[in-house]
Nanobody, 120 residues
Framework: HVQLVESGGGLVQPGGSLRLSCAASGFTVSRYYMAWFRQRPGQEREGIAA???????TYAYSVSGRFVVSKDNDNNTLYLQMNSLKPDDTGMYFCAADFVNKQLARYYDYWGQGTQVTVS
């Protein structure tokens, strides 16, 4: 069955960097559309970065130029490199996957359990 497991979250100072990982099993990431979402305190879950099966990426305005989404097909893993982190980036980060291109919409079929990122 499909499983997504995020890791790499933690506490970081403003201006710092983190790299999140999302290990996938039960499917091949190269054939799926995948994305990162976050849920900041008191806010709805929002899509922040997506990558399609061909490697084309889409970013929310709030993270464009600071975050980079990538896939490692050999390791079947999705990554999110987060640079120049701000306190406003604090939240729970989730990876998601779908066989249909949904870019940053919230209707992905498969979700991980999330990893907490705190910038303070």
């Amino acid at each position: 069955h499909v499983q997504l497991v995020e890791s790499g979250g933690g506490l970081v100072q403003p201006g710092g960097s983190l790299r999140l990982s999302c290990a996938a099993s039960g499917f091949t990431v190269s054939r799926y559309y995948m994305a990162w979402f976050r849920q900041r305190p008191g806010q709805e879950r929002e899509g922040i970065a997506a990558i399609d099966s061909g490697g084309m990426t889409t970013y929310a305005y709030s993270v464009s130029g600071r975050f980079v989404v990538s896939k490692d097909n050999d390791n079947n893993t999705l990554y999110l490199q987060m640079n120049s982190l701000k306190p406003d980036d604090t939240g729970m980060y989730f990876c998601a996957a779908d066989f249909v291109n949904k870019q940053l919409a919230r209707y992905y079929d498969y979700w991980g359990q999330g990893t907490q990122v705190t910038v303070s």
